[in-house]
């Protein structure tokens, strides 16, 4: 069965998701390429060096629009970004300890993992939501969208609201303790009589 409209959406936005998670995982790759190549013999350090700057400029960049873009399912690992933003250049990584060095490593592949464990989701979602499964996808900027309600704080605030609103609404109706002919009164309507 083909999806509707509201089903094609969300996978749409799955999508789109998953791509560019799956960029930034790409661009994740290249910055730790570059920078595991800087202390091999023979390399264009100039070269790398410049590769090195542009990469962490198209990291942060694309990190932003995905945080955004994925909202509730953004699950990469905080110190990714405090990974490319502490790499100032790749001469002052190796002029490091080797200690240094092996951490900035491992932090990269702790952050790599998330990356791949928020793809993964992102992807297990645009499966089910193909598959015919109502899947509830927060839109850019926060307003809800897709296949399955809205927010559930401002669903349960509605609720509320409505229910005051509708035991206001019997108790005026139907005069209890005569508070339907106070309020009429006060509003200048004449009393009503029930017989």
């Not at 789109?16 to 390429?33: G, K, P, Y």
């Not at 190549?37 to 962490?56: D, H, R, T």
């Not at 110190?79 to 490319?84: E, H, K, L, T």
Request: charged share 20%; hydrophobic share 40%; glycine share 10%.
């Amino acid at each position: 069965m083909a999806p509707n409209k509201k089903q094609q959406a969300v996978i749409d936005q799955m999508t789109r998701r998953a791509e560019l998670c799956h960029e930034f995982m790409q661009d994740w790759l290249i910055f730790n390429q570059v920078l595991s190549a800087y202390p091999s013999p023979g390399v264009n350090k100039a070269l790398l060096e410049n590769q090195f700057l542009k990469i962490k400029s198209k990291l942060a960049r694309a990190h932003k629009v995905l945080r955004d873009t994925l909202q509730e399912d953004y699950q990469i690992d905080q110190n990714a970004m405090n990974i490319v933003s502490g790499a100032t250049n790749l001469e002052s990584i190796y002029s490091q300890s080797d200690v240094a060095v092996k951490k900035l490593q491992a932090e990269w592949h702790r952050a790599f993992i998330s990356i791949n464990e928020t793809l993964g989701t992102l992807e297990d979602k645009k499966a089910r939501a193909e598959a015919g499964e109502k899947i509830f996808v927060m839109a850019a900027g926060g307003v809800g969208g897709g296949g399955g309600g809205g927010d559930p704080k401002k669903m349960t605030t509605l609720f509320i609201v409505l229910g005051v609103a509708a035991l206001i609404g019997a108790l005026l109706f139907f005069n209890v303790g005569g508070i339907g002919d106070m309020y009429r009164s006060a509003l200048g309507s004449p009393p009503k009589t029930l017989q």
